[in-house]
């Protein structure tokens, strides 16, 4: 899986992002391409630690530990996946404003691979190293731009 730490796999994100456009319909969920935005930048914001969610029960965060691969794995998300209840956007946004402050998350994102070195807890997976990071991120904006056919 490529990672938002690799250049190479960063602009190819940020290239992405900027040929998508505020009439992109999904091709599946419920979100409308501003709401995919937001849905995007949000986990962004948790990882840099901006913003912070409420820890799952113990049985719910050995349950999530164990899934934990699925999210940095080589293996494309299937569509579909449950959305955590932080993560599930129902407003209305500006497009241009979305899109923009998005690309500023990725670019402090990638440009941060020291702040998640050597590892970093995630507050439903446990402990990342900054590469399960980096590919994390990169596998949650790879499924929705594909999402909206970027």
């Known amino acids: 899986m490529k ?18 456009n505020d009439n992109a319909k999904a091709n599946w969920g419920k979100m409308n391409v501003e709401q995919m935005l937001e849905h995007c930048t949000k986990p962004i914001e948790l990882s840099l630690g901006e913003s912070q969610i409420e ?8 349950i999530f530990k164990l899934v934990a691969p699925s999210l940095y794995n080589d293996k494309p998300w ?11 956007i129902t407003d209305s946004f500006n497009f241009n404003t979305q899109k923009e402050k998005l690309k500023t998350k990725i670019e ?13 807890d995630h ?21 929705h731009f594909r999402q909206f056919g970027v």
Do not use: V
């Not at 990672?3 to 998508?20: D, Q, Y």
């Not at 299937?78 to 599930?88: F, N, S």
């Open 108 to 120: 402090q994102m990638s440009q941060s691979k020291d702040y998640f070195e050597p590892t970093k």
């Open 55 to 62: 820890k799952p029960n113990w049985l719910k965060r050995s």
């Open 78 to 88: 299937k569509q579909g996946l449950p959305t955590a209840k932080e993560y599930i």
């Open 3 to 20: 990672s938002i730490f690799e250049e190479s796999a960063c602009n190819e994100i940020m290239s992405r992002l900027e040929n998508l």
């Open 123 to 143: 507050p439903y997976f446990g402990t990342f190293t900054a590469e399960q990071w980096g590919k994390s991120a990169y596998k949650h904006l790879d499924h």
